[in-house]
């Protein structure tokens, strides 16, 4: 295939063009251009989100400053504010608002399920008159301003309907994504002491049957078992036939109802009187109207669980009228938004990806964006192109996981489809290797499309290292340049800022305005974690350098965290799991390269006294794993580890572990080993397949 725009530069990396008909049509054409809006930006960070702001709905101005914030430990607690005291609704910004501009017909989403002979969509006038329904189911439930939500829901239309139900009202959702196991979640409804929550009575995953219902059932035992009653379980019946929803095609037909995918009578669920309640029964007797509740835009929108280096996950705090804002601005520049586009995020709304980029930040510009409920191979590995034609999807976003996965597949899965719809292709979760990066580019852009490879995490609410697809020459491994706002820098252990080339701590200087608030319930974790490291500076706890040409890459994490598929995960969590097996006396896991996930786990366990190591211990390893945070956290690699390296005051020496668990002997300096003897033996004790 011939490439225009793709030429070496001085230091051999690979540097591509924008695409030339995307730059015509563009919101921002031309480097200089971005560089002019970046300047005023960070310059005047007010006037520049002020303008912005006007874009939406307000019920009232701020009432002190627009834009606040201390950073410093030093200076007292940190705190961020933007647009304090204005009265806002999210919700009616990303509906009633688009309805009265005359989008009330347009399709806000699509639903593609697992099933391909399954699918529907949802127009905006639909979508209010849905939330505002289950809004009023809510509010009948007792639930009102300020109360948390936990929801734990396949991907579904009903999830946006829940998520946008609560904003309405005011209620704070915290979404569970349903991979996790029943203890992740009862633990994640404890800390939030959620009062009720939404899901669904199973759904397929490619081939396999999940019952969502039991795994919400033994969550809500254990809360009640530690003394938390959540008073209200809301059940979708996604399964069975229901009257609700009627599945329509494309152009609107409707289909019919496919016997493969609704097999629920093999699935058995489990009712609690008084407390179990299927969704479609209490929207029978609603209203389609529901006055939104007037927030401040400095008000709880949501928390979302991410791991901790301790091992307990922390609540991390949005708030409405900043996290509004950037989502929408961010999703308009880097996705280049027009009005014809069709938009595909792949990922989980459980994840903040899918809250910011499936949810709020193409309904914040009025998008027609997509929901899947498959997976990426089911039925086979062109699923994905199969719905980009099918849509004729412009806007594709996913992760390097699932771009290395379906490599593995081959071309001809891809070059089966026409993909001639797309023009921006998006990546997100990970660093994403130039080799990835690459058949990205050529194979499902066909050279043709922009790559925004976005660095940003949960706590950043919105993409805060990312190119802009009409203005951005991209360099593939690159995330580039800094978002609108957005002031990064690299520093030293002993937090020297670093200028020009150089590695470093990735740290930034000012919030935007979706950088979390707070942990939630717990401000001192937040200060700890993010701003104790280095005063004056939010610190990512990624690593990143910045080449000659000011460009920076990402190197991943520097703290004791590992990226599987994407999904931070805690190396503590996984020890914690692992050592509640009543064989086992202490457990170490670190991280470890894998060709799709990306890093994988892998742990030393060190067994009690008499206890042996078993193919059969491994298993039950594996599974207790799986059990306690989910499958997708599940080690790829266990080894017997008589005995773990440490040093002389008693800490685990992971640097060393991480050597030992890819093969290399190359260990560095070992002085401070309290016994250097145990290194030899874990060697020995790699296991076959390492
Ligand atoms: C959005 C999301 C955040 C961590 C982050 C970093 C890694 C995300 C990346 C990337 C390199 C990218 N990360 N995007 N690394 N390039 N484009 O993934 O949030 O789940 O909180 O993970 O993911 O290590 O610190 P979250």
Redesign the pocket.
């Known amino acids: 295939m011939a490439e225009t725009n793709d030429h070496s530069v001085a230091n051999g990396a690979l540097l591509f063009d924008p695409p030339s008909n995307l730059q015509n049509e563009a919101h921002v054409k031309s480097m200089q251009q971005y560089q002019k809006m970046y300047k005023q930006s960070i310059e005047d960070p007010e006037t520049f989100w002020r303008e912005i702001s006007a874009q939406f709905y307000w019920k009232s101005p701020p009432t002190g400053k627009f834009f606040e914030y201390n950073f410093d430990v030093g200076k007292g607690p940190i705190s961020i504010k933007w647009m304090a005291g204005a009265k806002t609704n999210i919700c009616y910004n990303m509906l009633d608002r688009h309805i009265a501009n005359g989008l009330g017909d347009k399709v806000a989403f699509y639903w593609e399920g697992n099933d391909p002979n399954d699918f529907g969509k949802v127009t905006y006038s639909e979508l209010l008159a849905r939330v505002c329904k289950f809004s009023n189911v809510l509010k009948n439930l007792g639930i009102s301003r300020g109360d948390r939500v936990a929801i734990y829901m396949p991907m579904i239309l009903d999830l946006s309907v829940a998520m946008l139900a609560c904003a309405r009202i005011g209620a704070i959702h915290s979404i569970v994504f349903a991979g996790y196991s029943s203890e992740s979640l009862a633990e994640r409804i404890l800390d939030a002491t959620c009062s009720a929550i939404i899901t669904a009575d199973g759904v397929w995953r490619g081939t396999k049957l999940l019952n969502l219902k039991k795994i919400v059932d033994d969550a809500l035992k254990i809360c009640d078992e530690k003394g938390h009653r959540v008073e209200k379980c809301v059940v979708v019946r996604h399964l069975s036939p229901s009257d609700e929803v009627v599945k329509t095609n494309v152009n609107g037909d409707i289909e019919e109802e496919p016997e493969a995918c609704r097999p629920s009578r093999k699935l058995k669920i489990n009712w609690q009187a008084g407390r179990d309640i299927w969704w479609h029964e209490m929207m029978t007797s609603v209203s389609t109207e529901c006055e939104p509740e007037w927030m401040d835009a400095e008000d709880p929108l949501f928390m979302l669980y991410?791991s901790g280096s301790t091992g307990k996950p922390k609540g991390v705090l949005h708030t409405i009228g900043g996290y509004m804002l950037y989502t929408a601005t961010t999703f308009k520049f880097v996705f280049d938004y027009q009005p014809e586009d069709v938009y595909w995020c792949t990922a989980d709304v459980g994840?903040?990806?899918g809250h910011s980029y499936v949810t709020y930040g193409p309904l914040g510009n009025g998008a027609t964006g997509l929901i899947f409920e498959g997976t990426p191979f089911y039925p086979d590995a062109g699923r994905f192109w199969e719905i980009v034609d099918k849509y004729r999807v412009t806007k594709f976003y996913t992760a390097p996981t699932a771009i290395r996965a379906l490599m593995k597949f081959g071309d001809d899965f891809v070059n089966k489809y026409k993909r001639d719809s797309l023009k921006i292709l998006g990546?997100?979760?990970?660093?994403?290797n130039p080799e990835a990066w690459l058949w990205y580019y050529r194979v499902v852009g066909n050279s043709k499309c922009a790559i925004v490879?976005?660095?940003?995490?949960?706590?950043t609410g919105g993409h805060v290292l990312t190119p802009l697809p009409g203005a951005t020459p991209t360099k593939p491994g690159s995330?580039t340049f800094p978002f609108f706002g957005v002031i990064p820098a690299l520093l030293t252990e002993e937090g020297k800022v670093i200028e020009g080339p150089g590695e470093g701590y990735l740290v930034f200087k000012q919030p935007w305005p979706s950088l979390m608030r707070t942990v939630y319930g717990n401000q001192e974790r937040f200060e700890t974690t993010y701003f104790k490291k280095f005063p004056g500076y939010y610190c990512?706890?990624?690593g990143a350098k910045r080449d000659e040409d000011g460009y920076i890459w990402?190197t991943?994490?520097i703290d004791d965290m590992v990226?599987v598929s994407?999904?931070?995960l805690s190396t503590a969590e996984v020890e914690s799991a692992l050592i509640t097996h009543k064989n086992v006396a202490e457990a170490a896991s670190v991280s470890h390269p894998h060709s799709i996930k990306g890093e994988c786990i892998y742990c030393f366990v060190t067994l009690k006294q008499g206890a042996e190591y078993t193919n059969d211990l491994v298993t039950e390893l594996k599974n207790i794993v799986r059990a306690k945070i989910g499958p997708f956290a599940q080690p790829d690699f266990l080894q017997n580890a008589p005995a773990l390296p440490k040093t002389r005051s008693g800490k685990i020496m992971r640097r060393i572990l991480r050597k030992i668990a890819v093969g290399d002997r190359n260990l560095g300096d070992t002085s401070t080993l309290a016994d250097e003897s145990v290194i030899d033996v874990l060697f020995q004790n790699r296991p076959n397949n390492a």
């Open positions: 991410t994840w903040i990806t990546t997100v979760g990970e660093p994403i490879d976005t660095f940003w995490q949960t706590e995330a990512t706890g990624d990402i991943g994490r990226n994407g999904h931070l």
